[in-house]
Protein backbone atom coordinates (compact mmCIF):
# COMPACT_ATOMS: atom_id res chain seq x y z
CA UNK A 1 0.00 0.00 0.00
CA UNK A 2 1.09 3.17 -0.77
CA UNK A 3 0.81 6.80 0.50
CA UNK A 4 -1.55 8.90 -1.13
CA UNK A 5 0.37 11.37 -3.58
CA UNK A 6 -0.98 14.32 -2.22
CA UNK A 7 -0.57 13.16 1.23
CA UNK A 8 -3.20 14.68 3.35
CA UNK A 9 -6.37 12.58 1.76
CA UNK A 10 -5.23 9.96 4.41
CA UNK A 11 -4.03 12.21 7.25
CA UNK A 12 -7.21 11.50 9.54
CA UNK A 13 -5.93 7.83 9.84
CA UNK A 14 -3.34 9.47 12.17
CA UNK A 15 -5.70 10.20 14.58
CA UNK A 16 -8.21 6.67 14.83
CA UNK A 17 -7.08 3.99 16.16
CA UNK A 18 -6.75 1.42 14.13
CA UNK A 19 -10.76 -0.73 14.69
CA UNK A 20 -10.08 -4.55 16.43
CA UNK A 21 -13.54 -5.78 15.93
CA UNK A 22 -15.44 -4.09 13.27
CA UNK A 23 -14.48 -5.02 9.58
CA UNK A 24 -16.61 -3.28 7.45
CA UNK A 25 -16.61 -2.67 3.51
CA UNK A 26 -16.68 0.18 0.87
CA UNK A 27 -19.55 0.39 -1.78
CA UNK A 28 -18.98 3.06 -4.34
CA UNK A 29 -20.76 3.88 -7.19
CA UNK A 30 -19.71 6.71 -9.57
CA UNK A 31 -21.66 7.98 -12.64
CA UNK A 32 -21.70 11.16 -14.27
CA UNK A 33 -23.67 13.38 -12.11
CA UNK A 34 -22.51 12.18 -8.63
CA UNK A 35 -20.46 9.56 -6.60
CA UNK A 36 -21.40 8.02 -3.51
CA UNK A 37 -19.50 5.59 -1.21
CA UNK A 38 -21.20 3.57 1.25
CA UNK A 39 -19.41 2.26 4.51
CA UNK A 40 -21.07 -0.82 5.79
CA UNK A 41 -20.23 -3.33 8.10
CA UNK A 42 -19.69 -6.80 7.15
CA UNK A 43 -22.72 -8.99 8.17
CA UNK A 44 -22.66 -12.40 9.00
CA UNK A 45 -24.59 -14.51 6.36
CA UNK A 46 -28.44 -14.43 7.37
CA UNK A 47 -31.33 -14.99 4.75
CA UNK A 48 -32.67 -12.34 4.75
CA UNK A 49 -30.78 -9.92 5.30
CA UNK A 50 -31.07 -7.35 8.31
CA UNK A 51 -33.77 -4.81 7.26
CA UNK A 52 -32.63 -1.75 7.61
CA UNK A 53 -29.26 -2.74 6.53
CA UNK A 54 -26.52 -1.31 9.11
CA UNK A 55 -25.08 1.98 7.21
CA UNK A 56 -21.85 3.60 9.14
CA UNK A 57 -21.20 5.89 6.95
CA UNK A 58 -22.05 7.59 3.55
CA UNK A 59 -20.02 10.16 1.31
CA UNK A 60 -20.96 12.32 -1.55
CA UNK A 61 -18.60 13.69 -4.09
CA UNK A 62 -18.83 14.87 -8.20
CA UNK A 63 -18.03 13.13 -11.66
CA UNK A 64 -16.10 9.89 -10.90
CA UNK A 65 -16.66 9.26 -14.77
CA UNK A 66 -13.04 9.22 -16.56
CA UNK A 67 -14.78 9.73 -19.97
CA UNK A 68 -16.19 13.02 -19.02
CA UNK A 69 -13.71 14.74 -16.70
CA UNK A 70 -10.71 12.60 -17.55
CA UNK A 71 -8.55 9.94 -15.79
CA UNK A 72 -6.40 12.29 -13.24
CA UNK A 73 -9.10 14.01 -12.02
CA UNK A 74 -12.28 10.81 -11.93
CA UNK A 75 -9.28 9.43 -9.32
CA UNK A 76 -9.13 12.01 -7.38
CA UNK A 77 -12.63 12.07 -6.81
CA UNK A 78 -12.55 8.26 -6.06
CA UNK A 79 -10.17 8.44 -3.36
CA UNK A 80 -11.51 11.04 -1.72
CA UNK A 81 -15.06 10.14 -1.36
CA UNK A 82 -13.34 6.64 0.07
CA UNK A 83 -11.58 8.67 2.28
CA UNK A 84 -14.31 10.38 3.38
CA UNK A 85 -16.49 7.16 4.28
CA UNK A 86 -14.29 5.78 6.42
CA UNK A 87 -13.36 9.28 8.32
CA UNK A 88 -16.80 9.25 8.85
CA UNK A 89 -17.36 5.78 10.07
CA UNK A 90 -14.47 6.44 12.38
CA UNK A 91 -12.58 3.53 10.27
CA UNK A 92 -9.48 3.43 8.59
CA UNK A 93 -7.98 1.48 5.92
CA UNK A 94 -6.55 -1.35 7.71
CA UNK A 95 -10.40 -2.47 8.74
CA UNK A 96 -11.96 -2.53 5.25
CA UNK A 97 -12.36 -6.32 4.00
CA UNK A 98 -13.60 -5.63 0.34
CA UNK A 99 -13.89 -2.35 -1.93
CA UNK A 100 -16.29 -2.89 -4.67
CA UNK A 101 -16.15 0.19 -7.29
CA UNK A 102 -18.75 0.34 -9.56
CA UNK A 103 -17.91 3.20 -11.98
CA UNK A 104 -19.80 4.47 -15.00
CA UNK A 105 -16.89 4.53 -17.93
CA UNK A 106 -16.22 1.06 -16.96
CA UNK A 107 -16.94 -0.78 -20.17
CA UNK A 108 -13.54 -3.47 -20.66
CA UNK A 109 -11.57 -5.81 -19.03
CA UNK A 110 -8.55 -3.10 -19.93
CA UNK A 111 -11.11 -0.67 -17.89
CA UNK A 112 -11.31 -3.25 -14.57
CA UNK A 113 -7.61 -4.01 -14.68
CA UNK A 114 -6.21 -0.24 -14.90
CA UNK A 115 -8.82 0.65 -11.79
CA UNK A 116 -7.93 -2.75 -9.91
CA UNK A 117 -4.46 -1.98 -10.38
CA UNK A 118 -4.41 1.19 -8.95
CA UNK A 119 -6.83 0.29 -5.87
CA UNK A 120 -3.82 -2.22 -5.09
CA UNK A 121 -1.81 0.62 -4.55
CA UNK A 122 -4.41 2.03 -2.18
CA UNK A 123 -5.89 -0.13 0.34
CA UNK A 124 -3.68 -3.17 1.92
CA UNK A 125 -3.16 -6.32 0.54
CA UNK A 126 -5.62 -7.98 2.85
CA UNK A 127 -8.45 -6.08 0.90
CA UNK A 128 -10.78 -7.65 -1.73
CA UNK A 129 -10.79 -5.67 -4.67
CA UNK A 130 -13.59 -6.01 -6.97
CA UNK A 131 -14.75 -3.14 -9.94
CA UNK A 132 -17.56 -3.33 -11.92
CA UNK A 133 -19.30 -1.18 -14.43
CA UNK A 134 -22.32 1.80 -12.34
CA UNK A 135 -25.13 -0.68 -13.87
CA UNK A 136 -24.28 -3.47 -12.17
CA UNK A 137 -24.52 -1.70 -8.61
CA UNK A 138 -27.84 -0.64 -9.98
CA UNK A 139 -28.80 -4.01 -10.41
CA UNK A 140 -27.94 -5.37 -7.39
CA UNK A 141 -29.58 -2.88 -5.78
CA UNK A 142 -32.43 -4.41 -6.49
CA UNK A 143 -32.29 -7.76 -5.96
CA UNK A 144 -29.93 -6.55 -2.53
CA UNK A 145 -26.40 -7.94 -3.92
CA UNK A 146 -27.21 -11.08 -6.57
CA UNK A 147 -26.45 -10.73 -10.08
CA UNK A 148 -29.37 -11.89 -11.91
CA UNK A 149 -31.49 -9.73 -13.98
CA UNK A 150 -31.68 -7.01 -16.10
CA UNK A 151 -31.33 -3.71 -15.33
CA UNK A 152 -32.73 -0.43 -17.47
CA UNK A 153 -30.95 3.16 -16.13
CA UNK A 154 -31.76 6.02 -17.73
CA UNK A 155 -30.02 9.01 -16.21
CA UNK A 156 -27.59 11.65 -17.37
CA UNK A 157 -26.44 8.54 -19.51
CA UNK A 158 -28.36 5.28 -20.18
CA UNK A 159 -27.80 1.85 -20.46
CA UNK A 160 -29.17 -1.85 -20.12
CA UNK A 161 -27.63 -4.79 -18.67
CA UNK A 162 -28.33 -7.85 -17.40
CA UNK A 163 -26.80 -11.17 -16.29
CA UNK A 164 -28.43 -15.02 -16.62
CA UNK A 165 -28.00 -17.35 -13.59
CA UNK A 166 -25.81 -19.37 -14.83
CA UNK A 167 -23.47 -16.10 -15.07
CA UNK A 168 -23.87 -14.79 -18.93
CA UNK A 169 -23.89 -11.04 -19.20
CA UNK A 170 -24.90 -8.77 -22.06
CA UNK A 171 -25.49 -4.91 -22.36
CA UNK A 172 -26.78 -2.19 -24.48
CA UNK A 173 -26.11 1.22 -24.53
CA UNK A 174 -23.89 3.31 -22.79
CA UNK A 175 -21.34 4.51 -25.14
CA UNK A 176 -21.96 7.67 -24.05
CA UNK A 177 -23.21 10.54 -26.14
CA UNK A 178 -21.09 11.12 -29.01
CA UNK A 179 -21.96 7.50 -29.57
CA UNK A 180 -25.60 7.42 -28.77
CA UNK A 181 -27.36 7.16 -25.28
CA UNK A 182 -30.56 8.15 -26.73
CA UNK A 183 -33.17 8.29 -24.21
CA UNK A 184 -31.12 9.63 -21.98
CA UNK A 185 -31.08 12.81 -19.69
CA UNK A 186 -28.01 14.33 -21.93
CA UNK A 187 -29.88 12.86 -24.96
CA UNK A 188 -33.16 14.12 -24.21
CA UNK A 189 -31.66 17.75 -23.26
CA UNK A 190 -29.24 17.81 -26.10
CA UNK A 191 -32.07 17.78 -28.77
CA UNK A 192 -34.28 19.98 -27.03
CA UNK A 193 -31.77 22.55 -27.45
CA UNK A 194 -31.21 22.13 -30.62
CA UNK A 195 -34.83 22.38 -31.12
CA UNK A 196 -34.65 25.56 -30.04
CA UNK A 197 -32.19 26.65 -32.32
CA UNK A 198 -33.76 25.22 -35.00
CA UNK A 199 -36.78 27.42 -33.84
CA UNK A 200 -34.44 30.39 -33.53
CA UNK A 201 -33.44 30.37 -36.95
CA UNK A 202 -36.81 29.19 -39.06
CA UNK A 203 -35.87 25.32 -39.29
CA UNK A 204 -38.16 24.44 -36.74
CA UNK A 205 -41.68 25.37 -35.02
CA UNK A 206 -41.96 27.80 -32.05
CA UNK A 207 -42.91 25.87 -28.82
CA UNK A 208 -42.92 26.59 -25.13
CA UNK A 209 -39.05 24.85 -25.02
CA UNK A 210 -37.07 28.01 -25.83
CA UNK A 211 -39.01 30.13 -22.95
CA UNK A 212 -38.75 27.41 -20.72
CA UNK A 213 -35.19 27.40 -21.10
CA UNK A 214 -33.89 30.39 -21.29
CA UNK A 215 -35.40 31.40 -18.23
CA UNK A 216 -34.18 28.79 -16.57
CA UNK A 217 -30.77 29.46 -17.35
CA UNK A 218 -30.94 33.05 -17.04
CA UNK A 219 -30.42 33.80 -21.06
CA UNK A 220 -32.23 36.71 -22.65
CA UNK A 221 -32.25 35.20 -26.37
CA UNK A 222 -31.06 31.63 -28.13
CA UNK A 223 -28.27 33.19 -29.42
CA UNK A 224 -26.91 33.05 -25.94
CA UNK A 225 -27.40 29.49 -26.25
CA UNK A 226 -24.00 28.44 -28.13
CA UNK A 227 -21.87 30.59 -25.53
CA UNK A 228 -23.57 29.10 -22.52
CA UNK A 229 -23.43 25.20 -23.88
CA UNK A 230 -19.95 25.69 -24.96
CA UNK A 231 -18.68 27.46 -21.89
CA UNK A 232 -18.84 23.76 -19.68
CA UNK A 233 -20.12 20.93 -21.81
CA UNK A 234 -20.68 18.53 -19.01
CA UNK A 235 -22.92 16.02 -19.72
CA UNK A 236 -24.79 16.02 -16.20
CA UNK A 237 -24.85 20.15 -16.86
CA UNK A 238 -27.02 19.36 -19.59
CA UNK A 239 -29.08 16.76 -18.36
CA UNK A 240 -29.98 18.96 -15.98
CA UNK A 241 -32.52 20.59 -18.24
CA UNK A 242 -34.59 17.57 -18.48
CA UNK A 243 -37.44 18.22 -15.54
CA UNK A 244 -37.98 21.84 -17.71
CA UNK A 245 -38.29 19.56 -20.70
CA UNK A 246 -40.71 16.90 -19.41
CA UNK A 247 -42.84 19.80 -18.23
CA UNK A 248 -42.92 21.67 -21.69
CA UNK A 249 -43.82 18.23 -23.18
CA UNK A 250 -46.59 17.54 -20.66
CA UNK A 251 -47.75 21.32 -21.34
CA UNK A 252 -47.53 21.53 -25.15
CA UNK A 253 -47.97 18.78 -27.38
CA UNK A 254 -45.66 20.87 -29.94
CA UNK A 255 -42.78 20.66 -27.80
CA UNK A 256 -42.76 16.89 -27.99
CA UNK A 257 -40.26 15.46 -30.39
CA UNK A 258 -39.45 11.69 -30.41
CA UNK A 259 -36.46 11.17 -27.72
CA UNK A 260 -38.93 12.96 -24.78
CA UNK A 261 -40.75 9.73 -24.87
CA UNK A 262 -37.72 7.34 -25.15
CA UNK A 263 -37.39 5.30 -22.24
CA UNK A 264 -37.73 5.57 -18.33
CA UNK A 265 -35.58 8.73 -17.90
CA UNK A 266 -35.42 10.36 -14.20
CA UNK A 267 -38.85 10.52 -12.65
CA UNK A 268 -38.81 14.28 -13.91
CA UNK A 269 -42.73 15.11 -12.97
CA UNK A 270 -44.57 12.58 -10.72
CA UNK A 271 -47.21 13.69 -13.19
CA UNK A 272 -46.02 12.06 -15.87
CA UNK A 273 -45.06 8.17 -15.29
CA UNK A 274 -42.28 7.09 -17.91
CA UNK A 275 -41.36 4.57 -16.44
CA UNK A 276 -44.60 2.95 -15.99
CA UNK A 277 -44.85 3.31 -19.66
CA UNK A 278 -41.61 1.59 -20.71
CA UNK A 279 -42.38 -1.31 -18.32
CA UNK A 280 -45.50 -1.66 -20.36
CA UNK A 281 -44.05 -2.22 -23.13
CA UNK A 282 -41.23 -4.30 -21.89
CA UNK A 283 -43.75 -6.38 -20.10
CA UNK A 284 -45.62 -6.69 -23.94
CA UNK A 285 -42.94 -8.56 -24.99
CA UNK A 286 -41.64 -10.36 -21.89
CA UNK A 287 -44.52 -11.21 -19.41
CA UNK A 288 -42.15 -13.15 -17.45
CA UNK A 289 -40.46 -9.62 -15.92
CA UNK A 290 -40.99 -8.30 -12.73
CA UNK A 291 -40.11 -4.95 -12.48
CA UNK A 292 -38.83 -4.09 -9.42
CA UNK A 293 -37.98 -0.27 -7.80
CA UNK A 294 -35.30 -0.35 -6.24
CA UNK A 295 -35.37 0.32 -1.95
CA UNK A 296 -31.96 1.02 -1.53
CA UNK A 297 -29.48 3.25 -3.70
CA UNK A 298 -26.55 1.72 -5.97
CA UNK A 299 -23.79 2.39 -3.72
CA UNK A 300 -25.71 0.13 -1.61
CA UNK A 301 -25.65 -2.20 -4.11
CA UNK A 302 -22.33 -1.83 -4.57
CA UNK A 303 -21.78 -2.94 -1.09
CA UNK A 304 -23.75 -5.62 -0.93
CA UNK A 305 -21.96 -6.79 -4.14
CA UNK A 306 -18.55 -6.78 -2.56
CA UNK A 307 -20.29 -8.52 0.17
CA UNK A 308 -21.34 -11.68 -1.63
CA UNK A 309 -18.33 -11.76 -3.54
CA UNK A 310 -16.23 -11.53 -0.16
CA UNK A 311 -18.13 -13.77 1.75
CA UNK A 312 -18.04 -16.98 -1.19
CA UNK A 313 -13.95 -16.08 -1.49
CA UNK A 314 -13.91 -16.24 2.25
CA UNK A 315 -16.00 -19.96 2.30
CA UNK A 316 -14.14 -21.08 -0.47
CA UNK A 317 -10.52 -20.29 0.96
CA UNK A 318 -11.90 -22.07 4.08
Not at 273 to 279: A, C, E, F, R
Request: hydrophobic residues 40%.
Amino acid sequence: MKRYRNGEIWDFEHEIAVPGDRPVILGLDGGTTSTVCICMPVLPVSNPLPDPLPVLARAVAGCSNHNSVGETAARETLEQVMADALSKSGSNRSAVQAVCLAVSGVNHPTDEQRILNWLRDIFPSHVKLYVQNDAVAALASGTMGKLHGCVLIAGTGTIAYGFTEDGREARAAGAGPILGDWGSGYGIAAQALTAVVRAHDGRGPETSLTRSILRTLGLRSPDELIGWTYADPSWARIAALVPVIVSCAEEDGNASFPLVMVGGVLEANKRWDIGKQVVSCISRDYPGALPIRPKVEPAVGAALLGWNFFMKETYKEA
